[in-house]
C-alpha cells in the first residue's frame, strides 16, 4: 500500500495530534522547494513527548507503506526531524521551536488549513 503526499501529511498530521503536539503547523511547500511538498512542525513540551510524537508519525508512516528516509535528533529529542521524502516532520521541544522559528525561515509557504 502506497499514499500520496497529501494522504501522507494528513496521517502524520492525526499521529502527531494523538500525542498531544503543540502548535502543529502543516507549510505546502509545493513550487517553492524541491525538498518536499509539505513540513509538518510542531512541537512538545518535554524531552518524553517529543520522543512519544516522532516515534507515533514514524509508526503511523510505515503502517500505511510510506518508506522512513531518515529519522535524527532522537537522542537528545530537542529537535527531531522525520523525513519521509515529500513529507519532513519536525517535532521540536518548545524551547527549541522558539529559538530556530524554521516557520519564518519558510515564510514564503502556505499554511495548510486542517478540516
Not at 11 to 37: C, F, H, R
Not at 50 to 62: D, N, S
Not at 86 to 113: G, M, P, Q, T
Amino acid at each position: 500500500m502506497s499514499v500520496n503526499p497529501d494522504q501522507l501529511m494528513s496521517l502524520v498530521v492525526d499521529a502527531a495530534d494523538d500525542k498531544k503536539a503543540m502548535n502543529l503547523i502543516t507549510l505546502n511547500l509545493q513550487g517553492i522547494s524541491m525538498i518536499a511538498d509539505y513540513f509538518v512542525i510542531c512541537h512538545g513540551n518535554s524531552e518524553t513527548q517529543v520522543q512519544a510524537i516522532a516515534t507515533e508519525v514514524r509508526k503511523r508512516a510505515e503502517e500505511h507503506g510510506a518508506q522512513v528516509r531518515g529519522m535524527e535528533g532522537m537522542d537528545t529529542a530537542r529537535w527531531v526531524l522525520v523525513d519521509l521524502g515529500d513529507v519532513v516532520v519536525h517535532v521540536f521541544h518548545r524551547d527549541d521551536r522558539e529559538y530556530y522559528n524554521i516557520e519564518r525561515l519558510w515564510s514564503d509557504a502556505k499554511v495548510v488549513e486542517r478540516v
